[in-house]
C-alpha cells in the first residue's frame, strides 16, 4: 500500500514538472514568435529643442500636458545628436562601422521624462539638413544652373541617393534609439518639391533607382539598426500624400503600402490650412477642421489596410487662415481623428503654445 502511494505520489510530482517545463518552453517561444508590443505615442504634443532645455518653460508645458490627459512628447532630437557626427562627415570618416554611444543630453531628458510618465519620441528632421549641406556641399542637392537648391524658407537639402547621407541619418536614428527614447519620429523623409524643386539636381542619382526605392532602402537600414532596441519607428507625412495621386508618390518618394513595411506608425500632417483653396471642393480648407483630419485618416487607413501600422495624425494647433479657430476647432480634429479610427494624435504648435489646445482637452 505504502508502495503504491509512493508511486502515485512520485507520479504527481512527474506530472507537475512536466507541466512547469511545458509551461516555461512555450512561453519562451511564444516570446521568440510574437515580439514584445512597442511603445506608441497616443495623444502628444510638439516640443522643440530650445524649449526642452528651458526647464521652467518646458515644467510649466508638462504640468499643462499632463492636466490635459497629453502622454507623449514629440522632442527635435537632431541637432544635439549630429554634433560629433558632422565633424566625422566632413573628414569623410563616417563609416556604417563607426562606434556609437550614447547622447548624454537626450538619455538625462528620456530618463526624467520616463520618470514623470512621458512617452518620450524624439523627431528627427532628416534629408532637410542645412548643416549637412554646409559641412559637404558635395552631399547638397543643387540646381542645374549652379548653387545649392534652397526650399521657400531658404532651407538647404541633403541628396537622398547618396548612400552617405542615408548612413548619416540612420546613425543619427540609432544613437536616439541607444539614448532611451521610445521612438524615432522622421520629418522630411521624402524628396524635396518647393521652389526651384523641378530643377534640382542630385549629385548621387542613380538613374535606376525610383525616389520611392531611395526612401524604402534608408527606411530598411533604420529599421535594420534600431531594431534592437525595441523603439517604434514612426513617420511624418504631408497631409495631400494621403490623398496618394501618383504624381506625389513619384515626387516626394512617399508610397505608404511600401513604407509601411518598414515602420510602425504613420503620421499624416493634416493641417485644413496647408491644403491650397479650392481643395476637395472647399473655398478655405482652413475653416474645415473635421473634414481634413476625417478623409485623410480615412484615406490612410484605406491605402494601409492590412498593414500593422498605427495611424497617428498631426492636427493643427495653431491659427492660420482659419476664422473660426479655438477650443472647438481642435475638439473637431480630434473626434474627426477618433471617428476616423486614428490610434490617437498629436498636436503642432512650432511656437509651443498650446493653451487653446490644452483647454480644448480639458473641457
Excluded at 183 to 197: N, S
Amino acid at each position: 500500500m505504502q508502495n503504491h502511494l509512493f508511486k502515485f505520489f512520485l507520479g504527481l510530482i512527474f506530472v507537475f514538472v512536466v507541466i512547469l517545463i511545458s509551461s516555461f518552453s512555450f512561453q519562451n517561444i511564444f516570446e521568440e514568435i510574437i515580439p514584445k508590443q512597442k511603445v506608441r505615442s497616443d495623444k502628444g504634443i510638439y516640443i522643440t529643442a530650445n524649449v526642452a532645455q528651458a526647464s521652467r518653460l518646458f515644467d510649466n508645458i508638462k504640468a499643462q500636458a499632463k492636466a490635459a490627459g497629453i502622454n507623449t512628447l514629440v522632442i527635435d532630437g537632431k541637432s544635439a545628436i549630429e554634433k560629433p557626427l558632422l565633424a566625422l562627415i566632413k573628414e569623410k570618416k563616417l563609416t556604417s562601422s563607426t562606434k556609437l554611444h550614447p547622447n548624454p543630453w537626450l538619455t538625462k531628458l528620456s530618463n526624467a521624462l520616463h520618470q514623470e510618465g512621458f512617452i518620450v519620441t524624439v523627431r528627427l528632421v532628416v534629408f532637410k539638413d542645412d548643416h549637412l549641406a554646409i559641412a559637404r556641399p558635395d552631399l547638397a542637392v543643387h540646381l542645374s544652373g549652379g548653387g545649392i537648391y534652397r526650399d521657400r524658407k531658404g532651407g538647404k537639402w541633403a541628396d537622398p541617393y547618396s548612400d552617405e547621407v542615408r548612413l548619416y541619418n540612420a546613425i543619427i536614428a540609432e544613437i536616439a534609439a541607444l539614448s532611451g527614447v521610445d521612438e524615432v519620429q522622421f520629418d522630411y523623409i521624402r524628396f524635396p518639391a518647393e521652389a526651384d524643386a523641378h530643377n534640382a539636381q542630385y549629385p548621387a542619382l542613380k538613374k535606376d533607382v525610383s525616389r520611392v526605392d531611395i526612401i524604402c532602402t534608408f527606411l530598411e537600414e533604420a529599421r535594420r539598426r534600431t531594431q534592437k532596441y525595441n523603439v517604434s519607428l514612426a513617420v511624418d507625412i504631408f497631409g495631400v500624400t494621403a490623398w496618394q495621386s501618383q504624381n506625389d508618390i513619384n515626387s516626394l518618394g512617399q508610397d505608404l503600402k511600401r513604407m509601411a513595411k518598414y515602420i510602425d506608425v504613420i503620421s499624416p500632417m493634416l493641417y485644413p490650412s496647408h491644403f491650397h483653396n479650392g481643395y476637395d471642393g472647399f473655398a478655405n480648407p482652413g475653416s474645415e477642421p473635421y473634414y481634413f483630419i476625417y478623409a485623410g485618416t480615412a484615406k490612410t487607413k484605406e491605402i494601409l489596410s492590412g498593414e500593422a501600422v498605427a495611424i497617428i495624425p498631426w492636427v493643427q494647433g495653431f491659427n492660420l487662415r482659419s476664422p473660426n479657430f479655438g477650443t472647438g476647432y481642435i475638439s473637431e480634429q480630434i473626434k474627426a481623428a477618433q471617428d476616423a479610427g486614428a490610434t490617437g494624435f498629436l498636436i503642432w504648435n512650432a511656437r509651443n503654445d498650446y493653451s487653446v489646445p490644452f483647454r480644448a482637452l480639458k473641457k
